[in-house]
């Protein structure tokens, strides 16, 4: 009935802040970073390592802010081997991006398609939790 006691607080913002800006000569090493971790790929059939270069190259395209191939990479590496690290947080993080970015343009199925992948890695980190145990 009265609100006395409750605070204004301001509206969330569902917008992810903006990566930070690279130097060219970041942009460069990254890139070479990439391509080194590539070149792993195509002489190896260890699927430790396989998963592990393709969360590096992950990684890296998110450093770079591309969202597209970042997620392309990540989903490999969580097939090959699913863990609840580094790529899995930055995974998450982009699936609710682009959820977010679902919902400013009022798309009800990509919403849906980005909440399903979002449960999906979910149900990753509760499995990853119960083995521990």
């Known amino acids: 009935m009265f609100n006395f006691f409750k605070k204004n607080k301001p509206p969330v913002q569902v917008e992810p ?40 190259i992950g990684i890296l395209y998110n ?5 597209d191939l970042a997620i ?4 490999t590496s969580m097939q090959q081997k699913r863990s609840i690290g580094e790529g899995y947080k930055i995974l998450m993080s982009l699936y609710n991006y682009k959820r977010a970015e679902a919902a400013k343009s009022g798309s009800i ?8 992948k979002m449960d999906e890695m979910r149900n990753i980190a509760k499995l990853a939790t119960i083995q521990r145990n």
């Open 17 to 56: 802040s903006a990566p930070r800006e690279l130097a060219a000569d970041e942009i460069t090493q990254i890139e070479y970073q990439i391509n080194e971790r590539k070149q792993q790929l195509t002489h190896t059939d260890d699927v430790q390592l396989l998963a592990s270069c393709n969360e590096q």
């Open 63 to 67: 450093q770079l802010g591309r969202a």
């Open 72 to 75: 392309e990479y990540l989903e």
């Open 109 to 116: 199925a990509d919403i849906d398609f980005w909440m399903n």
